[in-house]
């Protein structure tokens, strides 16, 4: 197979999955890896796919969202860090409300450690890792769930969410616009998002610092929703001013190492 042939299947393949893994491309065209990652870099200067950590995936605009298997490896060791600085933060014996998204995902995986944590989600995931936790009690919200990353969203869940008043919410986010403005894909999910923000106490919101001026189309607050921003980077300059009006303290855990903390 020339060349050419090789890169337009590969384009095939990623349309038909939303994402690739390097491993898999290279062991269906019996290439190595790194031949594989040329034809990635090439598709991906030629704007057909875009690269990312492990693979390839569709490119984005405002109005579509990657692929969800690429959402789970991309920044990955960086979630990480983002989920162990928020756990440090959650107290024990507090009530939650996570929503959807990769990072939240990793939050949730790293709250196993806590003892007696009230859980709200609309996130199967979510619910699914923490409901082995023989102390935790896990509350899934109703509603249509989203076959491609298991969000639960629609006016059942609105409806739902709006029951309780929590401690604490943790949010993830597609989009954080120099602005503030917090930007995602889909306006069921952000609606859903919009009830977590007025039934919390405090609000973590979790972003890792791909996020930063990153575009989606529908807009779920501004930064002065939030009291806290957990991310792996400083802010970028334009957003340092919004951040410090609004009274969000920045939380920037670096991948590997300990915690920093700024006043917002």
């Known amino acids: 197979m020339s060349g050419g042939d090789r890169r337009r299947e590969i384009v095939e393949a990623v349309q038909a999955r939303g994402f690739a893994t390097i491993e898999d491309l290279a062991r269906r065209f019996r290439v190595t890896p790194q031949t594989i990652r040329r034809d990635i870099n090439r598709l991906s200067e030629e704007g057909r796919?875009?690269?990312?950590?492990?693979?390839?995936?569709?490119?984005?605009?405002?109005?579509?969202?990657?692929?969800?298997?690429?959402?789970?490896?991309?920044?990955?060791?960086?979630?990480?860090?983002?989920?162990?600085?928020?756990?440090?933060?959650?107290?024990?014996?507090?009530?939650?409300?996570?929503?959807?998204?990769?990072?939240?995902?990793?939050?949730?995986?790293?709250?196993?450690?806590?003892?007696?944590?009230?859980?709200?989600?609309?996130?199967?995931?979510?619910?699914?890792?923490?409901?082995?936790?023989?102390?935790?009690?896990?509350?899934?919200?109703?509603?249509?769930?989203?076959?491609?990353?298991?969000?639960?969203?629609?006016?059942?869940?609105?409806?739902?969410?709006?029951?309780?008043?929590?401690?604490?919410?943790?949010?993830?986010?597609?989009?954080?616009?120099?602005?503030?403005?917090?930007?995602?894909?889909?306006?069921?999910?952000?609606?859903v998002a919009q009830t977590i923000l007025d039934n919390a106490r405090r609000v973590f919101l979790v972003a890792d610092h791909t996020k930063f001026g990153r575009n989606a189309m529908v807009r779920l607050a501004g930064m002065e929703r939030v009291d806290a921003l957990f991310t792996d980077r400083p802010p970028p300059p334009e957003l340092a001013p919004v951040l410090r009006d609004a009274g969000v303290e920045v939380h920037v855990a670096r991948v590997g190492h300990g915690v920093g903390r700024a006043a917002g």
Request: avoid cysteine; aromatic fraction near 6%.
């Open 49 to 191: 796919l875009a690269r990312y950590h492990g693979g390839a995936g569709l490119p984005t605009g405002s109005t579509r969202n990657l692929a969800y298997a690429a959402r789970q490896v991309a920044q990955l060791a960086e979630k990480e860090a983002i989920a162990r600085a928020v756990t440090a933060e959650v107290p024990d014996h507090s009530s939650l409300i996570i929503n959807i998204g990769t990072t939240t995902e990793a939050v949730a995986r790293a709250l196993i450690h806590h003892q007696g944590l009230r859980v709200i989600t609309n996130n199967l995931n979510v619910a699914s890792f923490l409901a082995a936790q023989s102390d935790f009690e896990v509350i899934i919200a109703g509603g249509l769930v989203r076959n491609a990353d298991g969000g639960v969203v629609g006016t059942t869940t609105v409806d739902f969410i709006g029951q309780f008043r929590v401690d604490l919410a943790i949010i993830g986010i597609s989009g954080i616009d120099f602005d503030g403005a917090l930007l995602d894909f889909d306006h069921r999910e952000v609606r």
